[in-house]
């Protein structure tokens, strides 16, 4: 298998710096390794307004923050959804990330490998994390991040994973296309090794111009 054309989602903790690290860790193991890879704080909005979203000087990103909100729940979900072939899922920490529960839930609702990694000691029951979120695996949980390239690669090996098929209304494939359109504005940023602010908040005021064209509640259309 090539698996330079596996892309796979990296999911988890993200709002201090050792989980920041933590997450960059895994996704150079797998890039490493040849894969491709969505990094959240890297790769996503949470990029560009991660470092404004937890500060004293800041109570609602200049009013922003429910469409930014909006926005990055689309640009994952379409990830998770429509682009990646799985889903790595970091469950470090005293109790695990909620979002990557939502992306890891999601993914197993399309049929997508779902990997947990976890080297940490802490968990609610008796050493092990709630039995519903575990369930959501189907393959060994790992504790060697060194290992988890070649369990992909094995998981992968001569495995299509398609694109669920997606009704063609309803929230869902709203957010899907939110996403879609997002991600098409923020590729040409991908390969830029270093952006200006005036270059991110140029392309964050394009991520509002189209937040503006699909309604985030059901009393906006």
Not at 23 to 42: D, Y
Not at 55 to 79: E, V
Request: net charge positive.
């Amino acid at each position: 298998m090539n698996s330079s054309k596996k892309c796979i989602y990296c999911s988890g903790p993200l709002f201090c710096p050792e989980e920041l690290a933590g997450m960059s860790a895994i996704a150079r193991v797998l890039e490493q390794a040849g894969f491709s890879v969505f990094l959240p704080q890297r790769d996503g909005l949470e990029a560009y307004i991660l470092k404004y979203i937890n500060t004293p000087l800041n109570t609602n990103l200049l009013n922003i923050r429910s469409q930014i909100d909006h926005a990055i729940f689309a640009l994952d979900i379409f990830q998770v959804v429509e682009r990646c072939q799985a889903i790595v899922v970091n469950l470090n920490g005293r109790v695990p990330d909620e979002g990557a529960i939502v992306e890891a839930s999601i993914a197993y609702s399309c049929n997508k490998p779902v990997l947990f990694y976890k080297n940490d000691c802490r968990a609610p029951f008796s050493g092990r994390d709630n039995s519903m979120l575990l369930g959501l695996s189907q393959y060994k949980l790992m504790s060697d991040i060194h290992a988890i390239p070649s369990t992909l690669n094995k998981i992968l090996k001569n495995k299509t994973i398609h694109s669920p098929e997606i009704i063609s209304s309803g929230y869902l494939s709203t957010t899907l296309k939110f996403g879609s359109k997002i991600w098409a504005l923020m590729k040409p940023f991908q390969k830029m090794s270093q952006k200006t602010s005036l270059q991110m908040d140029s392309m964050i005021k394009d991520v509002l111009a189209i937040c503006r064209s699909f309604p985030q509640h059901l009393d906006e259309n």
